[in-house]
């Protein structure tokens, strides 16, 4: 048994779990956040069987796409005033964590 930690943008989530649902795959959603652009992402937890890994793996590739997003940074000392400027900053893809699972039990 494996468990899956993937974060995804909270926007590729939502095609994330209805794929998964699809394949009767169970799935958990839990709202995070990300640290560099503060911006909402969801955290998926999911658990199966080491048969169905590469299919859920290629499932969160073919879904959870890097794009490129632009943030208005606000540089310099808090206080002081300095003009805000655009950056272009990736967002999307999936960081995903694999994980053995030792025991697993539905109650």
Same mark, same amino acid.
């Given at each position: ?5 993937? @974060? @995804? +943008?909270? =926007? +590729? ?10 394949? =009767?795959?169970? @799935? /958990?959603?839990?709202?995070? /956040? *990300?640290?560099?652009?503060? %911006?909402? =992402? ?8 080491? +048969? ?5 793996? +290629?499932?969160?590739? %073919? !879904?959870?796409?890097? %794009?490129?997003?632009?943030?208005? !940074?606000?540089? *310099?000392?808090?206080?002081? /005033? ?10 999307? *893809? ?5 994980? =053995?699972?030792? %025991?697993?039990?539905?109650?």
């Amino acid at each position: 048994m494996k468990l899956i930690m993937a @974060v @995804v +943008d909270d =926007n +590729d989530s939502i095609r994330v779990v209805e794929e998964l649902t699809k394949k =009767n795959i169970g @799935v /958990t959603r839990l709202a995070s /956040t *990300g640290g560099f652009l503060k %911006r909402g =992402n969801t955290t998926l937890l999911i658990g199966l069987e080491e +048969d169905k890994l590469k299919e859920v793996l +290629d499932l969160l590739e %073919r !879904i959870c796409k890097p %794009r490129k997003h632009v943030v208005t !940074i606000f540089p *310099g000392v808090p206080g002081e /005033t300095f003009a805000p400027y655009p950056v272009e900053v990736t967002v999307g *893809g999936a960081i995903v964590f694999v994980l =053995n699972v030792e %025991r697993f039990e539905k109650i």
